[in-house]
Each structure stands twice: as C-alpha cells, then as structure tokens.
T-cell receptor
C-alpha cells in the first residue's frame, strides 16, 4: 500500500510568494495531521483533522497559514505571504480514526529566501 | 499539559555498544507511547510503541518498556550498528480525546565503525 504522499518534496521560493504544500492520506485513514520541524523548535503540531473537520488548529502560527481538506483523501497547507522564518520541513501524517498509530510522509522541505 | 522529555544528544557510540536513550513523559490522561526514527533526509518512521503500562514494544532489536510508576519509556538496543545512526523521537498520544502526537526534542545517535 502507498504511504502518505507529499508534494513538493523540495521548494525554494522568494519572500512574499504563496506556497502550497499537498498531502494524500493513506487509503482508509480518516485523521490528518500537519507538523512543522525546525532546528530551534523541533516537531510542532500545526493542525489536525478528523473526517475532514479541523479539530485543533491552535498550532497554526498566524493568519498567513491555512489548511484545508477538500475531500477525505487530500489536504493542502498554504502559506501566503511566505517569510524566511517559515523555512522548515513540513510533514503530513495520517491515521485511522480512533487509531493510535500515526504514519508520516517524507516531508516537504521549504526554503524561503 | 502533555510533554515528553528526552536526553540531550548527540549520543556517540562504537559499533556493537549498548544503547539507552532516556525518555520521560507527563500526560493529563492515559497515553500510548511511541518511538519514531528519522534517518538523514527522510521522514519519521514508527520504530515501536506500547499502549499500556508494563507493555514492551520491540522492533529491529530495539526495545522500550512502558513504566507508569516512573513515567518513562527508555529506548534500548543491545548492540548498535552504523546503520542505526539517526535521530530518535519519543512521543505520546492520549488514548481518549486529543490523539495528535506530542514529541520530545529528539536525540541524535551517531554510531562509529
């Protein structure tokens, strides 16, 4: 079975540009998580969804960040406008609803210059 | 709140040495405990887990025992290999309510030939 699929794997963009990161959940999974990893702050939960509904978005840094699940198998994380401090690895993860094991994608490595 | 504390790295060992990476936790509820591993340039992979007190998780020669009395989940391996060099993350999720993972800061392991 395919795992969590993220795109792009690497992106370099200029400050002020819009960035869209994409994630495809594992088939049959109902919970979706977005994490950010930086050297300074480690792994931080940004937002998570159950059945397409956002459950906890308290980790979203500010209004420049938004996340959606347009359908049960797909999610986007958008940063508009991007800033250099947004440079990080963004991980998407999924799990079965009620399950206690979360499976991670390979990450999207974002650099904002 | 929920939190996970890991020993600071890097941990540098010679091949075939014994490994211990300490992990302690605080949780408002009754958690499941996890170890994830991140190889250079890759995402997080589940290494092992334990869902209740006194459970032992094991995989690829690694073990960790869920100790409720000491709120600990230390990772051990009897004989490390160069290929074990990676960053190891201890994490918890609650068995009810908020299921998103809370991670420790990670411990880098370097195994020398």
């Amino acid at each position: 079975d395919a795992g969590v699929i993220q795109s792009p794997r690497h992106e370099v963009t200029e400050m002020g540009q819009e960035v869209t990161l994409r994630c495809k959940l594992i088939s049959g999974h109902n919970s979706l998580f977005w994490y950010r990893q930086t050297m300074m702050r480690g792994l931080e939960l940004l937002i998570y969804f159950n059945n397409n509904v956002p459950i906890d978005d308290s980790g979203m840094p500010e209004d420049r960040f938004s996340a959606k699940m347009p359908n049960a198998s797909f999610s986007t994380l958008k940063i508009q406008p991007s800033e250099p401090r947004d440079s990080a690895v963004y991980f998407c993860a999924s799990s079965p609803l009620g399950g206690n094991t979360i499976y991670f994608g390979e990450g999207s490595w974002l650099t904002v210059v | 709140g929920n939190s996970v504390t890991q020993m600071e790295g890097p941990v540098t060992l010679s091949e075939e040495a014994f490994l211990t990476i300490n992990c302690t936790y605080t949780a408002t509820g009754y958690p499941s405990l996890f170890w994830y591993v991140q190889y250079p340039g890759e995402g997080l992979q589940l290494l092992l887990k334990a869902t209740k007190a006194d459970d032992k998780g094991s995989n690829k020669g690694f073990e960790a025992t869920y100790r409720k009395e000491t709120t600990s989940f230390h990772l051990e391996k009897g004989s490390v290999q160069v290929s074990d060099s990676a960053v190891y993350f201890c994490a918890l999720s609650l068995n009810t309510g908020r299921r998103a993972l809370t991670f420790g800061s990670g411990t880098r392991l370097q195994v020398q030939p």
